[in-house]
Every structure is written in structure tokens, then in C-alpha cells.
T-cell receptor, first 113, second 110 residues
Framework: DTAVSQTPKYLVTQMGNDKSIKCEQNLGHDTMYWYKQDSKKFLKIMFSYNNKELIINETVPNRFSPKSPDKAHLNLHINSLELGDSAVYFC????????????FGPGTRLTVL | SQQGEEDPQALSIQEGENATMNCSYKTSINNLQWYRQNSGRGLVHLILIRSNEREKHSGRLRVTLDTSKKSSSLLITASRAADTASYFCATDARDDKIIFGKGTRLHILP
């Protein structure tokens, strides 16, 4: 059973489009995260939700909007996609909201043309 | 600015040799974690070391932490082809946010 799953695995789209990435965890964790990994492998946190409540919201364009319908899901919606949004997006989860071990999903490679 | 910086950026060694990677950070921490990322995959947690610990072992992994030098090292003994991956250190910065370094790309040569 996959612990943290993301869909889709690959996403190729045109500039200006709106797209969503879905994430689900079956670990019973309270906290979920979205990370962006650029072409140089630098991993940066974007958002964190604890029990469906937003607790971390880094300096991210407001074109990015996370949504947590329940504790097990954290989706990422991106409006008006730009070339610079091309990256690999990782979802992760952890038991608590502190510095707990994080479990990562397989990633979604987004390519904006 | 980034909290953790791994060194070296890339490392190639022969299978069977030991691999050592270092992580330096700027501000005080409570904990430090090491993660591995295989190509095309998500990160996998390897080990967590707390600020009051100096050394920790897990199988072929040995992690040290020197809070006076603000640095940590990850040693992989008797390396295997399967150890080829990128290795990241992660530290807890302000507000309990986890901050990842840029990683060390380790390549094990047959």
C-alpha cells in the first residue's frame, strides 16, 4: 500500500492554463506539506497543513492555492501557469507539525510550455 | 538564506569504499535529519539526530553532530551500487519549519 500518493505523476501544459495536483496519505498523519524542487534539486517548502488548518505559507505566488478537504488529502491548485512553475512538486506528511520524520510522495513533474 | 549546506555537491567513489558527506548550518537547531532521494523518487528519511546527541548509527549509516561547529556528517560504510542517490540534510529553523540543503549527489562506481 502506498503511504503518500500523488496524481498525476507527469503534467505537461501550456502557459496560462490552470491545473491541480492531488495528494493522499494513508498513514493517519496530522500534517501534510507541499514542496517544490527545482532543476538544481533545491527543495523548498511551500505550504503545510495540520488537521486541515494552514500552518505554513511560504512566499509563494497567490496563483498557488492549497486545499485540504480532510486530514488525509492536500491538493494543490495552480492558476495561470508560468514557465517558471516548471518543477517537481512533492507532497509529504508527518505525524506532528514539528520537526517529525516526513514521508514523501513520488512527486509530480510539471512542465509548462 | 538557506539553513543547511551539504558538501561536497557531488561525490563519486568505488563500490565498497566509505562515503562521507557534510552539512553545515547557520543558526542554532534542535534537530537535524538526513534524507536520501533516488533519481525520480521522493525523499526517504534516513536518520534524525537531536542537538544533545553527538553520534547516531543506523545499519551502515553513521551520523555525527557538532553543534559548536554547526555541522553534521553522514558516513555510509561499505558502499553499494544501491547507495547511488542524492543526500540531503534538513534542519529545523524558526517556527519549526524544516529547511533542506541542496544535497550531495553520490555516485557509486562498480
Amino acid at each position: 500500500d502506498t503511504a503518500v500518493s500523488q496524481t498525476p505523476k507527469y503534467l505537461v501544459t501550456q502557459m496560462g492554463n490552470d491545473k491541480s495536483i492531488k495528494c493522499e496519505q494513508n498513514l493517519g498523519h496530522d500534517t501534510m506539506y507541499w514542496y517544490k524542487q527545482d532543476s538544481k534539486k533545491f527543495l523548498k517548502i511551500m505550504f503545510s497543513y495540520n488537521n486541515k488548518e494552514l500552518i505554513i505559507n511560504e512566499t509563494v505566488p497567490n496563483r498557488f492555492s492549497p486545499k485540504s478537504p480532510d486530514k488525509a488529502h492536500l491538493n494543490l491548485h495552480i492558476n495561470s501557469l508560468e514557465l517558471g512553475d516548471s518543477a517537481v512538486y512533492f507532497c509529504a506528511s508527518s505525524q506532528g507539525a514539528g520537526f517529525d520524520e516526513q514521508f514523501f510522495g513520488p512527486g509530480t513533474r510539471l512542465t509548462v510550455l | 538564506s538557506q539553513q543547511g549546506e551539504e558538501d561536497p555537491q557531488a561525490l563519486s567513489i568505488q563500490e565498497g569504499e566509505n562515503a562521507t558527506m557534510n552539512c553545515s548550518y547557520k543558526t542554532s537547531i534542535n534537530n537535524l535529519q538526513w534524507y536520501r532521494q533516488n533519481s525520480g523518487r521522493g525523499l526517504v528519511h534516513l536518520i534524525l539526530i537531536r542537538s544533545n546527541e553527538r553520534e547516531k548509527h543506523s545499519g551502515r549509516l553513521r551520523v555525527t553532530l557538532d553543534t559548536s561547529k554547526k555541522s553534521s556528517s553522514l558516513l555510509i560504510t561499505a558502499s553499494r551500487a544501491a547507495d547511488t542517490a542524492s543526500y540531503f540534510c534538513a534542519t529545523d529553523a524558526r517556527d519549526d519549519k524544516i529547511i533542506f540543503g541542496k544535497g550531495t549527489r553520490l555516485h557509486i562506481l562498480p
